[in-house]
């Protein structure tokens, strides 16, 4: 079955930093990578995805990058606010079918003010 | 639209006791999920359903059943409880179809002594 590593676990960032979190996957039919938030009291919530037929995905200040040859994917997060302090998984499945995507342990980001 | 409600929010209970969660979505979605959280462990699927009337076990479905009799409702139970299962519950649901996000609920907090 498809494995998904995530790094760092936690990380801590000034506030206006940038954050950079990332995952890798082992099944190579995986093709739909989501990224979720999690606040703190809260179910995560999706925040941005990506596909397999795509290198990179932009919403204002975050974006997914995605390379299928290495089987990793990143979170980029540009100008980081203190609202942006969350736990973040990554996500690989095959769209399709059964929709069961293989989630990463999370990655808890700190934003200092 | 209240989107997907989790019952109880929080529960103790005492080895060998049983419980019910409740999950309730208002968004007519075929697929419904059961996670747990750990801390460290990102989120593990216990149990899933592709509509109702149908179930199947994800990654540690040990110790818990489940059941979906209503297209609305997904119901996770836990017939002699274990500390084992001290843990953060999560349902989520999905619609059918090309679009995959996941919404989850709040969360339910279950502590076993």
């Known amino acids: 079955g498809e494995n998904v590593e995530q790094h760092p676990s936690t990380l801590s960032v000034q506030e206006g930093d940038s954050a950079v979190i990332k995952c890798t996957y082992s099944d190579s039919a995986s093709n739909y990578f989501p990224w979720y938030k999690q606040e703190l009291g809260k179910g995560p919530q999706l925040i941005i995805d990506i596909r397999s037929n795509v290198g990179e995905k932009k919403d204002q200040r975050i974006a997914v990058t995605l390379n299928k040859t290495a089987k990793h994917f990143s979170l980029h997060i540009t100008e980081t606010q203190p609202e942006d302090s969350a736990v973040y998984f990554c996500?690989?499945?095959?769209?399709?079918?059964?929709?069961?995507?293989?989630f990463g342990r999370g990655t808890s980001l700190i934003v200092h003010p | 639209n209240a989107g997907v409600t989790q019952t109880p929010k929080f529960r103790v209970l005492k080895t060998g006791q049983s419980m019910t969660l409740l999950c309730a979505q208002d968004?007519?979605?075929?697929?419904m999920y059961w996670y747990r959280q750990d801390p460290g462990m990102g989120l593990r699927l216990i149990h899933y359903?592709?509509?109702?009337?149908?179930?199947a076990k994800g990654e540690v479905p040990d110790g818990y059943n489940v059941s979906r009799l209503k297209k609305q409702n997904f119901l996770l139970g836990l017939e002699s409880a274990a500390p084992s299962q001290t843990s953060v519950y999560f349902c989520?649901?999905?619609?059918?179809?090309?679009?995959?996000?996941?919404?989850f609920g709040p969360g339910t907090r279950l502590t076993v002594t």
């Open positions: 359903s592709v509509g109702e009337g149908t179930t």
């Open positions: 968004m007519n979605h075929e697929y």
């Open positions: 989520a649901s999905k619609q059918r179809g090309n679009s995959y996000e996941q919404y």
């Open positions: 996500a690989a499945s095959t769209a399709g079918g059964s929709y069961i995507p293989t």
